[in-house]
């Protein structure tokens, strides 16, 4: 663990406790050791700081590359900060280098480290849980490593998309499933429909823990995710 992650994983845990009184179960089901991916719904910018606060291990996200790449001693502090709390540069441009962006975190996944992920690719508009990308089970299967669903309640109410500012009084509810069986398509090689049924299997699973209406397409891109991809502006996550 980096002093960074410690620092901050020290004073936002109780901080989280203190400011939402998170409601956490289920935590037995994250493996005490080896690899492991935490895939989780997404409705708020707050839910990877929620999951790297309540996880009883050390967790990596996924983060996009304009983090690491800044200039002079702005962006040297920057990069040093991204990778000292445990965040994964990835290229999220769209096309072939987003198909690729997940390949980023094999190696943390091989060192036998945890990786929070969101199937959905982005957060939810309405609420709904969004069709799942089937880059995670290509993850877990590649890697290989373990999948737990995780289902987050109420983090829309704190901080909706648009908002800047988190709000208080909301009550969190944090619930970790049992890791997936993945027998059925480990042992060789997996073709896009049986990542299409581990997908399902996974959104399935979230489903279950959180009742979300689930929708069979994927989460659509906010205004300013289409700009990034054209190149006029920074993606928010």
Known sequence: MSALYAVGKFAI??????????????????????????????????????????????????????????????????????????QIPVDRSGGRASLMALDAALPVLRDGHVLGIFPEGTRSPDGRLY???????????????????????????????????????????????????????????????GLRELTLKLMNAIQQLTGQEYVTRYAPKRPDQIAATNGTATPAE
Request: aromatic content about 6%; cysteine-free.
């Open 13 to 86: 845990s109780p901080l989280s406790r203190l400011l939402w009184r998170p409601k956490v179960s289920g935590l037995d089901n994250v493996p005490t050791t080896g690899p492991a991916i935490l895939a989780s719904n997404h409705q708020s910018v707050i839910d990877s700081v929620l999951m790297g606060a309540l996880m009883p291990r050390n967790v990596y996200f996924l983060a996009k590359d304009e983090y690491f790449v800044g200039p002079g001693v702005k962006g040297a502090v920057m990069r040093n900060v991204m990778f000292g709390l445990n």
């Open 131 to 193: 069709r799942g990308r089937p880059g995670v089970a290509k993850l877990a299967l590649d890697a290989p490593a373990p999948i737990i669903p995780i289902g987050i309640l109420n983090t829309e109410k704190i901080q909706p998309i648009g908002a800047s500012v988190p709000r208080l009084g909301p009550t969190v509810e944090v619930r970790v499933g049992e890791p997936l069986d993945l027998s059925q398509w480990q042992g060789g090689e997996i073709d896009s429909r």
